[in-house]
């Protein structure tokens, strides 16, 4: 009997700087995330007085990224909330690996919390990805000098 495979067991999201190995772990994904965050900031893509904490759970894989200097009542209609909670979750997206099949899981998931000025969540968003599919096939460590 031939095994029935289905086309999304063979595809995944590849983010454009992931990659498996040596150099690929949890603890280099936040390293480069932070730098990738400052950049950004620094072309304006982020606003100058939202600041970003990014923090690991190896264990849980599990990337967080808590968001200060936001609030509903200084952004009532939420424009910016949602612009920096989308940038942020597509800029960690490029460094994730996740297949489409139902049993493997993602290299990481990211949970984004927006913190008032209280220090509590007001905000948050979780998930693993966001990009273009690609074959199985496709697997490739990018040097990221």
């Not at 999304?8 to 965050?37: H, K, N």
């Not at 493997?104 to 693993?128: N, W, Y």
């Not at 990805?129 to 496709?138: H, K, N, R, S, W």
């Amino acid at each position: 009997m031939t095994r029935y495979e289905s086309t999304i067991e063979c595809l995944v999201l590849w983010g454009t700087r992931a990659g498996i190995g040596p150099g690929y772990t949890l603890e280099a994904v936040a390293v480069r995330l932070s730098e990738d965050i400052a950049e950004l900031r620094d072309e304006g893509g982020i606003p100058a007085h939202v600041r970003t904490v990014i923090g690991i759970l190896p264990q849980q894989r599990v990337l967080e990224i808590r968001v200060e200097g936001l609030s509903v009542e200084a952004d009532p209609d939420r424009t910016t909330i949602r612009e920096v909670a989308n940038t942020l979750f597509e800029l960690a997206s490029y460094f994730n690996i996740v297949a489409l099949d139902p049993a493997t899981p993602p290299l990481f998931t990211q949970r984004i919390l927006l913190v008032g000025p209280d220090g509590h969540p007001f905000s948050a968003m979780v998930g693993a990805a966001v990009g273009d599919v690609e074959p199985l096939t496709a697997q490739r460590n990018q040097s990221d000098a």
